[in-house]
């Protein structure tokens, strides 16, 4: 083979060596970007709000930048300390994260270790700040404070409200100040911004919502059986939460058997305006004629 034909050869094959990178490196810087965003989105979806205090039993993830050697996983103590490379134990507990991100950031510096550290730290399981909601709500269980101004509203939503068998009450339990915390909340005031009750939830709180007051009815109505005690409710409207009467059915002679305050039971022959009380039992009567 000739030299001028070993030339064209050789820019034959840079040729096609040129066409096929030009054709794949886009692809793989793509596919590098779209690893390193999922990866980045997978990171921002563990961080918790800036407002956020670590609490005992969080893990974090602290980064210093351009410093990977010293950027670490770690879980914050029963004491509220971390184990953290050249500063050995840092007290992170109580602290947010804006402030844990500056003591590091002022260790470092302090100990001359890096000039100008720019410290950066999130929240990957949040252990410490939860609260319990138990009861009558669509989904109780423990749940993470993400936000240190997590209200009783937002703790409400995230169990997916009272259930339709649950109290307009909720009683907030815990602890402030180191003494005892007991509280009763109306729930549709709260909800409807009516309210100034709309407590703001502590780790260790418990929030319990009761079951709804129930009266019962039986005898001559379309529909028997319990039924939820609205505010105010009066023996017609529970009548007709009933269903209402059948035909055989009278209002004529109804009866309100009551648990008294000493445990007796009493019977009463109620108006259609009287209101009920939680426990009534109604008994319709049939007509004679």
């Known amino acids: 083979m000739d030299s001028r034909t070993s030339r064209r050869a050789f820019q034959f ?125 669509n989904k109780p269980g423990r749940y993470p404070l993400e936000q240190a101004n997590t209200k009783l509203s937002d703790l409400l939503a995230l169990a997916g409200g009272v259930a339709p068998t649950g109290s307009d009450v909720a009683v907030v339990s815990g602890t402030r100040g180191g003494r005892p915390f007991r509280q009763e909340v109306d729930i549709p005031q709260v909800l409807s911004g009516r309210s100034k009750d709309d407590l703001t939830i502590q780790g260790g709180d418990v929030v319990f919502v009761d079951r709804s007051p129930m009266v019962y009815i039986y005898g001559e109505v379309q529909k028997p059986g319990a039924v939820r005690l609205e505010r105010g409710m009066t023996v017609q409207q529970a009548l007709a939460a009933g269903g209402g009467l059948t035909l055989r059915g009278t209002q004529r002679g109804l009866v309100v058997t009551r648990k008294a305050g000493d445990g007796q039971t009493q019977s009463l022959e109620p108006k259609m305006s009287d209101t009920l009380r939680d426990g009534d039992v109604i008994h319709v009567k049939e007509s004679l004629f």
Request: with cysteine; charged share 15%.
């Open 13 to 137: 094959l840079f040729a096609v060596f040129c066409l096929t990178f030009a054709i794949l490196a886009p692809q793989a810087v793509r596919a590098q970007a779209a690893q390193a965003g999922a990866a980045a989105s997978n990171e921002g979806s563990r961080i918790a709000g800036a407002d956020y205090v670590l609490s005992p039993g969080d893990v974090i993830k602290i980064n210093v930048f351009q410093n990977p050697d010293l950027s670490v996983e770690t879980r914050v103590s029963d004491s509220g300390a971390v184990s953290y490379p050249l500063l050995n134990s840092v007290k992170l507990g109580g602290l947010t994260l804006g402030q844990a991100e500056k003591r590091v950031a002022d260790g470092l510096r302090s100990g001359n270790f890096v000039k100008q550290p720019q410290v950066s730290i999130m929240v990957l399981q949040v252990r410490g700040n939860q609260a319990s909601i138990l009861g009558q709500v």
